[in-house]
């Protein structure tokens, strides 16, 4: 897609252009808008609207009476910025079907917020998944004249900054629909590397079986070894407070680490606890969370947040093999509390115990964890929230309104102490399942593992990150869900002053 953000209207009723999208606060407004065609013209164009190649969309006003635009059927639970975003995807949608050139929006009127959100949801609707078809067909592309009116510069701002976080989640979205044959430890460390050395000040360690082994990090090694698919552990590096003449900035938040510690199991078979076939081949999309960590630090490094930041991407594939893990078995972790293995398929928690104590090794001051990590949390609730643990209420806050901002729903679950003793073990410190509430046990699980003095928040996304049938403007597949409340975190850990 091609945005043209122009600060005045130069669009003509005619040709092989279509008006799309209106955006006025007042009606009045509306036509002055198109006043200079004469009010007349004001008709044609919503005659041509109504005619013409966007005859299916519906006219509607939200929000009272002062937005108007096409297509934002009201769905309930759906913010008003996410209509804006739903509609911006359904209009693309459909110039893409109709293979319609140019697209002009009208939007003089929006907040900035208002014409982020349409603007992401245009990008939407440009995403497809066809690396395995047998023939692949390239989207038609539109142009979107945007109308900006004084907005122009301010607009063009964000439109930028739109399409640095729209390449993160695409870049997530990629990755984690690519299937295991072709995206395990080793390949991810690959797109790992490539992208640290096109994002500049983003510096990469990576470490491999024998490196954690000897380091370690037995949480990896216990995991991945039963797989012909070696496991690996990333961190990636991004100080954003040396100001450009390399100095540090002095401000008090310049002393905040955000680390982003992100679950990659590239396949999760189960292992020896071998998962049924029917939930099976979801699990392509169990390294969501790396995922995420990698595009989320992409943005970040890219858009230079102000902000120290790091991603530790946890790789592992879950298989069995002669050398698989077996229940019963006991490893140290990194921290020295001894774990049993109770069920090789409750791994993500392990992998998760290493990347937890490279973050406290890294300097974390907050770590914010991703993991598709329990069936138990897609059934408490299920594709559109995303549940969440910490033990630090401002990190929670911070998520919650991040979230809010980006379209991203989270709600806080509790660490509930009175379920911690289940964790205990009979010959270990520790065994990786607990009491019957999963996603807390697996969340009370982690806790251990969080360095002391450490702002902790940890993202069960196992309902969030990949969806089984078309949803909002995600079709089937991942939905590179948190990639865009990351970003916004750091932009707001930033920001404080
Ligand atoms: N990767 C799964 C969790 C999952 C389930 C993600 C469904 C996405 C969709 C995880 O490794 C797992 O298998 N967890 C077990 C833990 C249990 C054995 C304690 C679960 O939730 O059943
Ligand atoms: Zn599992
Ligand atoms: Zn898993």
Redesign the pocket.
């Known amino acids: 897609m091609k945005l043209n953000i122009t600060t005045a209207e130069t669009t003509k009723a005619s040709e092989n252009k279509a008006y799309a999208l209106f955006f006025v606060k007042e009606s009045v407004q509306f036509s002055k808008i198109l006043s200079a065609k004469g009010e007349s013209q004001v008709e044609t164009v919503l005659k041509g609207m109504k005619d013409g190649p966007f005859e299916d969309l519906e006219f509607l006003e939200i929000d009272g009476c002062n937005t108007l635009f096409v297509d934002a059927a009201k769905e309930r639970g759906i913010s008003a910025l996410d209509h804006l975003r739903m509609a911006a995807y359904r209009l693309a949608k459909r110039a893409i079907k109709k293979q319609i050139a140019c697209v002009s929006l009208f939007l003089a009127d929006a907040a900035d917020e208002q014409f982020k959100a349409i603007v992401h949801g245009l990008y939407y609707a440009g995403y497809k998944f066809d690396a395995y078809k047998s023939k692949q067909k390239k989207n038609f592309e539109v142009t979107y004249e945007i109308v900006a009116g004084s907005r122009t510069a301010a607009f063009k701002k964000i439109a930028e900054e739109v399409a640095v976080e729209q390449k993160a989640v695409t870049l997530a979205k990629n990755l984690i629909n690519t299937c295991a044959a072709d995206l395990y430890p080793a390949e991810f460390v690959e797109n790992a590397k490539t992208i640290a050395k096109y994002t500049p000040g983003l510096s990469i360690k990576v470490r491999n079986m024998k490196q954690l082994e000897k380091e370690g990090f037995m949480g990896h090694v216990t995991v991945g070894k039963g797989s012909s698919h070696e496991p690996y552990m990333i961190t990636l590096s991004y100080d954003g407070t040396k100001s450009a003449a390399g100095k540090k900035t002095t401000s008090r938040t310049s002393r905040d680490h955000l680390v982003i510690v992100g679950k990659g ?1 590239t396949f ?1 078979t ?1 292992g020896l ?1 071998l ?1 049924p076939p029917k ?1 099976m081949p ?2 392509i ?2 390294m969501s969370g790396a995922a995420t960590a990698l595009a989320a630090i992409q943005a970040i490094a890219t858009l230079k947040l102000p902000i120290k930041a790091s991603a530790v991407c946890c790789l592992a594939e879950n298989a069995i093999g002669n050398k698989s893990v077996l229940p019963g078995d006991i490893f140290t972790a990194k921290n020295g509390k001894t774990v049993m293995v109770d ?1 090789t ?4 928690r392990l992998v998760l115990s290493d990347g937890l104590a490279e973050a406290g090794h890294v300097g974390a001051t907050h770590i914010v964890d991703l993991a ?5 949390m ?1 059934r408490a609730l299920g594709y559109a929230v995303t549940g969440f643990f910490s033990n630090d209420d401002d990190l929670g806050l911070k998520i919650i309104n991040c979230g809010e901002a980006c379209c991203e729903k989270f709600w806080s679950m509790p660490l509930e102490e009175e379920y911690a003793d289940a964790l205990k073990d009979k010959f270990a410190d520790l065994k990786n ?1 607990g009491s019957d509430a ?1 996603a807390i046990s697996a969340a009370l699980f982690l806790q251990e593992f969080v360095p002391e003095n450490t702002a902790w928040a940890h993202l069960d996304i ?1 309902g969030t990150a990949f969806v089984s049938k078309s949803w909002k403007y995600t079709e089937y597949g991942a939905t590179g869900f948190g990639v865009q409340t990351l970003i916004e975190l750091a932009r707001e850990m930033a920001n404080e002053t």
């Open positions: 199991l999760d189960g606890c998962k939930s979801e699990m999309s169990d069920n398929d409750a791994e993500g598709t990590l329990t069936g138990a897609v399942t999963g196992a």
